[in-house]
């Protein structure tokens, strides 16, 4: 059996493996190559929220959320409105993470006025990428 590796640009492994079968004394080689992905971004599920609506009363002004990742992260952000990682108001952040995550919004941070606001959550997985905007 022999077995060999390499890493194109678009950092996906591919590996080549050849099994030798016998049969009747006569050697078959039979090649397989199949490729391991190795940038998948990470899921990002939403597990819990307390409200879906914010208003100006005290008691009513916060939302909290708590999400998870299929991966570790490397980091975090969540963003009001925008159309990917870095667009948006900016609501919440953080570092490395292996578990949920509980964040507080908060209506001052909704810099757009009265409203409907899509709130993002974005995580990079330890590999270096992002989730998309979906």
């Not at 299929?70 to 980091?75: N, P, T």
């Amino acid at each position: 059996m022999s077995l060999y590796s390499r890493y194109p640009n678009n950092n996906n492994r591919v590996t080549r493996t050849t099994l030798t079968k016998t049969n009747n004394s006569n050697e078959i080689l039979l090649p397989l190559f199949f490729v391991i992905q190795t940038n998948i971004p990470p899921i990002i599920s939403i597990i819990d929220y307390s409200t879906t609506k914010l208003s100006r009363v005290s008691g009513k002004n916060e939302i909290s959320i708590t999400f998870s990742s299929d991966k570790d992260l490397s980091e975090w952000e969540v963003r009001a409105d925008g159309t990917g990682v870095g667009s948006g108001d900016l609501i919440a952040s953080g570092g490395a993470i292996s578990s949920n995550v509980n964040f507080t919004v908060n209506g001052i941070q909704l810099t757009w006025g009265d409203r409907i606001y899509r709130i993002n959550v974005y995580g990079k997985s330890t590999e270096g990428v992002w989730n998309s905007y979906e």
